[in-house]
């Protein structure tokens, strides 16, 4: 009893806690979920806001600057007016220019060609010093674009830029200021940024250009700073927080300024900013210690009003199921609790009663279990009797006579069905005649109460026969003195196989139980008669597979003679391969005096409309000869001279087809080649230009032996790009694939003007081809059918041949000239 006392205090010290900080933890539940709720909100619209107006200082900032650097591009714009013809007009304006701009350090001036012509300073004045900044960023992207700014440099701590400007006029020259950064200091005052705030300036590499006084140093590299990384990253978005220097969080706005590249960046310390949300969240901590403190006495209080009467019950139920069905509990609260004992008190006396009748059911349900038991010992039985024979005459008798055991029927019937007859055949009996009278053993499908059952695929039961419809079955087994009747129908998804009917003498219903176990057994005999008509269609299909094989040997036979007929067609394919293969051949002659391309197209039905027809492509196109080949030939054999050209054509022959460009024609030693034409290329500009320094090479090898052989020979190349007409010309019997336009003659005209060993190019081309050559320019050409002055280049080189390559150029060009 003492155990038992001990066990129940424990149980209500458990319950007592659970009821006490159930109610705590709600009410703290609640409090919190209100103050975490409020401060978040605070928080994102402290945030926001913060967020929004550095957001507009920023972006204020970013245009006065742009509006600064535009306005020395413009005051340094007037320097290079082309009113000032001389150097001293130059010096005068670039000495007023730095007495009215302080941000300007220093100016100097560049001819057409990229030298220095003129350099002043706030300290010094220096007349043609001759440095040559041709390939400067400088001097070549002003040249293209009109002006250009530098990249920012350090001296020390002090931040410099250049803004470079071309003068009016063809080739005039350019003007390059250096520009002192320190006035971007001006946009970064504590007036604009606030007593709180930071701000600065960085380039696109991440390195402050400015800031304000509270801000990172100038020169110092924030390239690491999540916030700048993601502004000055391609495509970059700015980010609305981030970290300082040391590593503390911050709020940060950005613009950025695209014509520079640059960023301007106004950040506030996260904890001073968010410093109001720490003083709402610890009002919100006082307030969930005062809830907590009612909710514990509370709970406390109402935990103690119910463990009494729950005892109680605890008690009673634990007697109660040690069997004692005579206890009752006492509890008198007025409330459910005393309801729930009430209940209680009348449980334990309906549970005495139940107990009785459970005994009885018990010795009931082991009685079934017994039978259920014969039951499944008579199907294995029968199962194995189904798998052990293909005959019917051995396995149907095995199942009628199981069924009349199982079932403690009178008769049990098994019928097959004749689908070609539609009807039911008797096959089996068990307690009846098979041959009385006659009327059962064959029953017609439409007249018998088998077929209900069967088009329901469900047994049917009928307790009293003497009431059932009139039918051949019904009154022979009435006769017999049978009074009750279970049809069970042998189907499975193939069809209708038959029926299962077992008879009584004693009229009554069948039970389920027993309905269920006849279904089984109908299975079993599914399975016995569908065995036995499947061997019956196996033994049949052999008979018919013997026949097959002799209707086979005849066939066989058969295929002989179409054999025969085989040899004779694949004769007659023979002969068109041989045609065929004359006509391939016939195309390989073609290809000889045309470029493959065009020969593969005319030779070909696919495409040769679309191709061929005239249409209006952007095309590069090359023309080439040998310098001196015209007073070779007055002087050398005929010969000789036909062997220098097919020397010369084969080399470039192999050099043209490795760059798939399209010859288009031969004259003499000119040769004029097309790319992207009729085969399109996307670099056909750039195939273009390397395949005419490669063309150079090799002509360059074969000048040397050709000098052994005492003929002096050079090389050139011109090459222009623009728009041409593309298309057949000629007759009928004569069509050859050419362009028609002035990019021709540009090229032809180009060509001509190359000395030995140059390959020039039109800017065009070299526009294209810029980041991959050396190339020096050349003084504007007067070609002829040209009105105006023509801009070229001479390609030196391709970026990654050896220097020692271009000078053996350079000597063999010098050398031809002097020739």
């Not at 319950?15 to 928080?43: D, R």
């Not at 300082?244 to 310390?269: I, M, R």
């Not at 329901?456 to 087994?477: F, T």
């Not at 298309?727 to 694939?737: A, I, M």
Request: hydrophobic fraction near 45%; proline fraction near 3%; charged fraction near 25%.
């Amino acid at each position: 009893m003492s155990e038992v006392e001990n066990r129940g205090w424990s149980l209500r010290q458990g319950l007592f806690a659970k009821y006490v900080v159930s109610l705590v933890g709600l009410v703290v539940f609640v409090l919190a979920v209100n103050g975490v709720t409020e401060t978040w909100i605070s928080y994102q619209a402290t945030k926001a806001s913060l967020t929004a107006a550095m957001a507009e200082k920023a972006d204020a900032s970013a245009r006065r600057i742009d509006q600064a650097v535009s306005d020395l591009q413009r005051q340094i714009s007037w320097v290079t007016r082309a009113s000032a013809k001389t150097l001293e007009d130059r010096r005068a304006d670039y000495v007023q220019l730095l007495s009215q701009v302080p941000a300007v350090t220093q100016l100097y001036q560049l001819d057409g060609q990229g030298r220095e012509q003129l350099r002043v300073s706030r300290t010094s004045i220096s007349f043609s010093s001759g440095n040559d900044l041709s390939r400067d960023l400088r001097f070549t992207d002003t040249v293209t674009h009109g002006s250009n700014f530098s990249a920012v440099t350090f001296k020390g701590t002090q931040p410099m830029m250049s803004i470079s400007v071309a003068h009016s006029g063809f080739n005039a020259g350019v003007t390059v200021a250096d520009i002192d950064l320190d006035f971007l200091e001006d946009f970064m005052t504590e007036a604009q940024v606030g007593k709180v705030g930071i701000a600065y300036v960085v380039d696109p590499r991440g390195q402050v250009l400015a800031s304000s006084a509270k801000g990172p140093g100038v020169g110092q590299d924030l390239a690491k700073l999540p916030q700048v990384a993601a502004v000055i990253a391609p495509d970059g978005q700015p980010l609305a927080s981030g970290t300082d220097g040391e590593g503390h969080a911050v709020l940060s706005a950005a613009a950025t300024l695209p014509k520079l590249g640059w960023a301007v960046f106004f950040e506030q310390s996260t904890a001073h900013a968010l410093a109001p949300i720490r003083d709402q969240l610890l009002r919100g901590a006082l307030l969930i210690a005062l809830g907590l403190a009612v909710a514990t006495l509370a709970g406390s209080l109402l935990a103690r009003r119910m463990l009494v009467p729950i005892t109680a019950l605890r008690a009673g139920a634990h007697r109660l199921g040690a069997g004692d069905f005579g206890q009752r509990i006492e509890v008198k609260t007025h409330d459910e609790l005393e309801e729930l004992a009430d209940q209680f008190n009348s449980m334990a006396g309906q549970l005495a009663q139940s107990y009785a009748v459970l005994e009885a059911k018990v010795e009931e349900r082991t009685r079934d279990l017994a039978q259920s038991i014969n039951e499944l010992k008579v199907l294995e039985e029968v199962g194995r009797a189904v798998a052990s024979s293909l005959d019917l005459n051995a396995v149907l008798p095995t199942v009628a006579a199981r069924a009349l055991e199982i079932t403690h029927a009178d008769a049990v019937l098994i019928y097959s069905y004749d689908a070609a007859e539609r009807r039911f055949r008797l096959v089996e009996a068990k307690g009846v005649e098979a041959t009385q009278d006659g009327a059962h053993t064959m029953l017609d499908e439409q007249t018998s109460l088998l077929s209900d059952s069967v088009r329901s695929g469900e047994p049917i039961a009928i307790a009293e026969l003497e009431s059932a419809p009139d039918h051949p079955l019904r009154d022979v087994a009435v006769a017999a003195g049978f009074h009750a009747v279970l049809f069970t129908p042998l189907v499975d998804q193939q069809g209708v196989l038959g029926a299962l009917v077992v008879l009584r003498r004693s009229a009554g219903a069948f039970s389920p139980n027993l309905i269920g176990l006849m279904r089984t057994f109908a299975h079993q005999a599914v399975l016995a008669m569908r065995n036995a008509r499947l061997f019956t269609e196996v033994d049949q299909k052999g008979r018919e597979l013997a026949l097959t094989h002799a209707t086979v040997q005849q066939q066989a036979a058969k295929l002989t003679e179409q054999t025969e007929q085989l040899r004779e067609w694949n004769k007659s394919l023979e002969d068109r391969v041989e045609k065929q293969l004359g006509e391939i051949e016939r195309i390989r002659r073609l290809e000889r005096f045309l470029a493959p391309q065009v020969a593969q197209i005319i030779a070909s039905s696919d495409g040769h409309d679309a191709l061929l027809e005239s249409h209006r492509r952007e095309v590069t196109v090359v023309f080439c000869d040998l310098r001196g080949f015209t007073s070779f030939t007055e002087t050398t054999e005929p010969e000789e001279a036909m062997n220098v050209l097919r020397e010369y054509h084969a080399a470039l022959g192999k050099l043209i087809f490795k760059y798939e460009g399209t010859l288009d024609r031969y004259a003499g030693d000119g040769v004029m080649i097309l790319f992207n034409a009729p085969i399109p290329f996307e670099d056909h500009a750039m195939r273009a230009v390397k395949m005419a320094l490669e063309m150079r090479e090799e002509i360059g090898l074969l000048t040397e032996r050709w000098k052994n052989r005492g003929h002096s020979l050079g090389f050139g190349v011109g090459i222009a790009l623009g728009y041409a007409t593309l298309g057949q010309v000629g007759f009928e019997h004569r069509l050859e694939y050419a362009a028609i336009g002035s990019v021709t003659n540009l090229a032809s005209r180009l060509c001509d003007e190359a000395k030995a060993g140059q390959v020039i190019v039109s800017r065009r081309v070299f526009g294209v081809v810029e980041q991959s050559v050396d190339a020096r320019p050349i003084d504007d050409l007067h070609l002829k059918g040209f009105n105006h002055p023509v801009l070229a280049m001479e390609i030196l080189r391709w970026r990654g041949e050896s220097a020692e390559v271009v000078e053996v150029e350079e000597r063999r060009r010098s050398s031809a000239t002097n020739k």
